[in-house]
């Protein structure tokens, strides 16, 4: 997304909390050196968020887009998840995107422009079973996207749902707690993520509200449940019933 950010002339403050991580994405992109800037910050600190938000603010003069992004899965039985880990995935999953949201909003009503896009997921409009904790999140960014899309439109201010399917990034690869298994296969089915990239900022572009990509097959999968079909039901029921099996004999998928 930074990359096409860059590519399309825009001035880009890509952040994360690993500093080394950061510097080799910026470095990854030295052609556009002027243009590019780190910005070390945990989304999961609403004090460092404000920080960011800030100084980004004050150092750039505005700020046209902001890009929630920050995200963790989880699959597992329901009745197995600790109250730790509905926490640990609320402060990723959402109360970051509640920080972006709540510090960025005052600065584009000053200005009288902006556009925030928040990534959910295609599990953000569409359920999955034993992912409880992750639809729970991600149902809430495009709850709340959509709600302020509404509430802000005659303000001058946009938003947007990014409700990505199988996309090829890594988060196939890790668990939980971050780590990377680089043994784990990413999809071979799953969506290249320079044409995600593309696709998605020209429907930003567009002032798209729920952008879902690849948007078919799922726009179709979506509209189906949506409207209770009932083959499509009968399918959900029968992929849940395969991975309590799976689950229950693996304890993982």
């Known amino acids: 997304m930074s990359a096409e950010l860059l590519k399309r002339g825009a001035i880009v403050y890509m ?10 994405a910026v470095e990854g992109l030295a052609a556009y050196k002027n243009r590019i800037h780190p910005v070390i910050v945990d989304v999961t600190n609403q004090t460092q968020v404000q920080k960011a938000i800030s100084d980004t603010k004050a150092e750039a003069g505005r700020i046209d887009l902001l890009f929630n992004n920050a ?21 990723t999953n959402l109360w ?35 992912q409880a904790l992750y639809c729970t999140t991600k149902f809430g960014v495009t709850g709340l996207t959509e709600c302020l899309r ?10 947007s749902t990014i409700c990505p399917a199988n996309v090829a990034t890594p988060i196939f690869k890790k668990d939980f707690d971050g780590r990377v298994n680089d043994e784990v296969p990413i999809p071979s089915d799953a969506y290249p993520v320079d044409k995600a990239a593309e696709y998605i900022l020209d429907k930003v572009a567009e002032r798209r509200g729920i952008i879902i990509v ?26 849940a019933c395969d991975r309590r099996t799976a689950y229950e004999k693996n304890a993982s998928l």
């Open 71 to 91: 995200g963790i899965g989880q699959g597992s039985l329901f009745e197995t998840v600790t109250l730790a880990d509905w926490k640990k995935i609320i402060d």
């Open 96 to 130: 970051s995107v509640i920080y972006g949201v709540h510090f960025a909003v005052p600065i584009m009503l000053e200005q009288g422009f902006g556009h925030i896009v928040n990534t959910g997921s295609f599990n953000g409009i569409f359920p999955s079973s034993f």
């Open 15 to 24: 952040a994360g909390r690993n500093k080394e991580k950061i510097t080799e």
């Open 214 to 239: 690849p948007e078919e097959p799922f726009k179709q999968l979506y509209l189906g449940y949506w409207n209770g079909n009932k083959q499509l039901e009968k399918e959900l029921a029968r992929v």
């Open 150 to 159: 509404y509430e802000y439109a005659d303000k001058g201010l946009f938003f």
